[in-house]
C-alpha cells in the first residue's frame, strides 16, 4: 500500500520527457523452419493491476512509474488520453494452422515473433470522443473522419485514412511528450490472441454474444445467430485475457506494416513493423461487424491503399527493462 501511494503521489507531480525509439528489425535471409503452434511463452498477467490515471489536464507517468509498470497495469497521460494497458513481454506463433476453418492463403507460414519488452495498448479501439478530442485542441488536421450516420461518443472512431490515423498520433505524442504510434501486424496479432492459439482468444467458434460481426453466417460449426446491424460502442463485449476490449470484429484497425501476399524469410520476428512491400497499401487486422466471424480471426489478415477510410487502436514503447 506504502508503495502504491508514492507511486501515485510521483505521477500527480508530473514527469520529464522521455525519448523513446522503436525496435530495429533482425532479419535472417535463412528460411526458417515451421514451428508448431503449440509452442507459446507468455508470463501470465500480474494478479493485481493498478491504474495511473491524470487527474486532470496532462499528466505524463514518470520515469520511475513506467519502470515500474506490471502487465495488466493501467494509465492514462492525459484527460482525453486513450487507456492504456501493459502486454506482457513473451512470445507466439504468428499465423495460423493448416487445420484452421476458412484459413486463406497468406497466413502462413507459421513462424514465431518474441517480444523482449512489454509495451502498452490502448485498452479500446479509439472511439470518437478521443478522435474529437484532438479536433478540439487543433490537431488530427481538421479531418472529422466519417461517422456513417452511426453516431460518435464512444463508438469507434471511423472513415480514418492511414494518415490520419497518424495526425492523432502525432497530436498525442506531442500533447504527452511520450511516443504513441501504431501497433505493428504481429504486435497486433499477439496482444488478439492474448496467449491463445485457437481462432478467437474465447475458443474456436464464435456467436454475437462474443463478437459483433454478421452473426448470420456460422463459422465452425457455431450458432446461426443475427446479421449486427452496426458498429457496437467500443467497450461492449468481454475483454480478453490481456484486458482489451473487441480485439475480433466490429470495426478493422490499420497497423504500420506495409502489404505483402504472405510471411517470408523476411518478415520481422521482433514484433518490429514490416516496412517493405507494397507500402501504397497497410494491413489491416480484427474484421468489421457487416462481414462473416471468418475474417474476424486472430489470424485473419487484409490489407487497404492508405487513403482508405477504418479506424485504430494505439501503442506506446515504454521504457521498462527486458
Known amino acids: ?48 493491476s493498478r491504474q495511473f490515471f491524470a487527474a486532470k489536464g496532462v499528466q505524463p507517468l514518470t520515469p520511475e512509474i513506467e519502470q515500474s509498470l506490471k502487465p495488466k497495469d493501467s494509465f492514462k497521460e492525459c484527460e482525453n488520453c486513450p487507456e492504456m494497458v501493459v502486454v506482457p513481454k513473451g512470445s507466439f506463433i504468428m499465423g495460423t494452422p493448416i487445420t484452421e476453418v476458412d484459413r486463406y492463403k497468406g497466413e502462413d507460414p507459421l513462424h514465431r515473433v518474441s517480444f523482449a519488452r512489454p509495451f502498452a495498448v490502448g485498452r479500446f479501439t479509439v472511439s470518437f470522443d478521443e478522435w474529437d ?12 473522419g466519417d461517422d456513417r450516420e452511426f453516431g ?4 469507434p472512431a471511423q ?30 496479432e499477439y496482444f488478439a490472441r492474448a496467449g491463445t492459439t485457437t481462432p478467437f482468444w474465447f475458443g474456436k467458434t464464435v456467436s454475437s454474444l462474443d463478437v459483433n460481426y454478421a452473426a448470420g453466417t456460422p463459422y465452425a460449426n457455431g450458432p446461426r445467430g443475427v446479421d449486427s446491424k452496426g ?12 484486458g482489451l476490449y473487441q480485439v475480433h470484429g466490429n470495426v ?23 516496412l517493405e512491400g507494397d507500402c501504397n497499401k497497410h494491413m489491416l487486422r480484427g474484421g468489421i461487424w457487416n462481414w462473416s466471424a471468418d475474417k474476424s480471426r486472430a489470424g485473419y489478415r487484409d490489407d487497404a491503399f492508405h487513403g482508405g477510410g477504418y479506424s485504430f487502436r494505439v501503442v506506446r514503447t515504454l521504457n521498462v527493462q527486458p
Open 152 to 155: 460518435r461518443g464512444r463508438l
Open 231 to 242: 458498429p457496437a460502442v467500443v467497450d461492449s463485449y468481454a475483454p480478453n485475457p490481456f
Open 159 to 188: 472513415g480514418i485514412s492511414f494518415e490520419a490515423a497518424h495526425s492523432y498520433l502525432a497530436w498525442l505524442s506531442h500533447k504527452v511528450g511520450r511516443t504513441y504510434r501504431l501497433p505493428s501486424e504481429s504486435e497486433r
Open 252 to 274: 478493422w484497425e490499420w497497423t504500420e506494416d506495409c502489404f505483402n501476399k504472405r510471411y517470408t524469410e523476411d518478415t520481422p520476428t521482433d514484433g518490429a513493423p514490416w
Open 1 to 48: 500500500m506504502t508503495v502504491g501511494i508514492k507511486l501515485l503521489a510521483a505521477f500527480a507531480a508530473g514527469a520529464l520527457a522521455i525519448s523513446l525509439g522503436g525496435a530495429a528489425s533482425a532479419k535472417s535471409r535463412r528460411v526458417r523452419p515451421e514451428p508448431t503452434p503449440s509452442a507459446e511463452t507468455v508470463p501470465a498477467p500480474a494478479a493485481l
Open 133 to 144: 478530442a484532438c479536433l478540439a485542441d487543433g490537431g488530427c488536421d481538421g479531418n472529422k
